[in-house]
């Protein structure tokens, strides 16, 4: 077979094949907490499979970006979705519903907000005093800032 192995033994043996994608699979993770497997078409379809490895869908995410990679944050209920269309696409990794089943706590709201749009140099001022210069953070870790003119 595929991969090589050589003859026979039970290391070459295959276990389970797990059908439900159209398209070519690029990506897949196992959530550590449940043992649910995310995994990702090309074709831009997120599935969520059962934990008990039967290979039953559990969840269904259509979208019209054609998908390239992803990661999980887990802590967060994220998945995040790199597309071929220069998108990162952001939604949950399981439903809230499966997680109330599972007695998972909620999604944890640790994001500060984001603070309002200055519309004026007092308040742009008043911005950096408690944010500090993002420009010069961002010189600061290495990466090029330039002004652009409009």
């Known amino acids: ?3 090589g192995g050589g003859g026979g033994g ?17 990506a897949m993770q196992v959530l550590a907490m449940t043992g649910h497997l995310l995994s990702i078409a090309v074709n831009g379809t997120l599935l969520v499979w059962d934990a008990s490895g039967e290979g039953v869908i559990i969840y269904r995410f259509e979208h019209p970006d054609t998908f390239r990679c992803m990661i999980v944050r887990e802590r967060d209920n994220q998945v995040l979705i790199g597309t071929m269309e220069d998108n990162i696409i952001v939604h949950f990794a ?3 519903e499966l997680r109330e089943d599972l007695g998972l706590p909620p999604k944890p709201d640790n994001c500060p ?4 749009v200055p519309s004026s140099d007092d308040e742009q001022a008043e911005l950096e005093d408690e944010y500090g210069d993002i420009a010069e953070q961002y010189v600061m870790l290495g990466g090029e800032f330039s002004a652009v003119d409009g």
């Open 113 to 116: 907000p984001t603070p309002d």
């Open 1 to 3: 077979g595929r991969g």
């Open 10 to 26: 039970s290391s070459s043996a295959l276990v389970k094949t797990l059908r439900g994608h159209t398209d070519a699979v690029v």
């Open 94 to 96: 399981l439903p809230e």
